[in-house]
């Protein structure tokens, strides 16, 4: 079920690039969205068990707790495991893309190859 804050779906953003967050916290926000902001992973983990967002976008290079880490915790906690976690990070290895389906990603987007409406249709798409 999903929740809403002010009769808006809630998406956390759990990334440390500032202007990364401003841009896409502008565009959440022009489509309806609910907006937290972590920018690190203990943050990001309080934030998700506190207020169990609708979606989580997820950081993997962060300050402190590592994404990947902060991914594995989401999936291993009765209250998060069910948030669909869309990654949004510069590493696109094959490698680094496989481990995170392997972790529960629900989706998983290397950043500068996806432009900000292709990343919109992607969460509409994780959220119907």
Do not use: C
Request: aromatic residues 8%; hydrophobic residues 40%.
């Amino acid at each position: 079920m999903k929740t809403k804050t002010n009769g808006k779906l809630t998406i956390l953003m759990i990334e440390d690039d500032h202007s990364f967050r401003q841009i896409y916290l502008d565009m959440f926000e022009s489509e309806g969205y609910h907006v937290l902001i972590a920018e690190d992973g203990e943050k990001g983990l309080d934030l998700a068990k506190e207020k169990k967002p609708d979606l989580i976008t997820l950081d993997i290079v962060l300050p402190g707790l590592q994404g990947f880490d902060v991914l594995k915790r989401i999936r291993s906690d009765e209250v998060t495991k069910d948030i669909p976690v869309l990654v949004a990070t510069v590493l696109g290895t094959h490698f680094d893309v496989r481990k995170g389906f392997e972790l529960g990603a629900t989706d998983y987007m290397v950043k500068g190859f996806f432009g900000p409406q292709e990343v919109l249709l992607k969460i509409r798409s994780i959220l119907t």
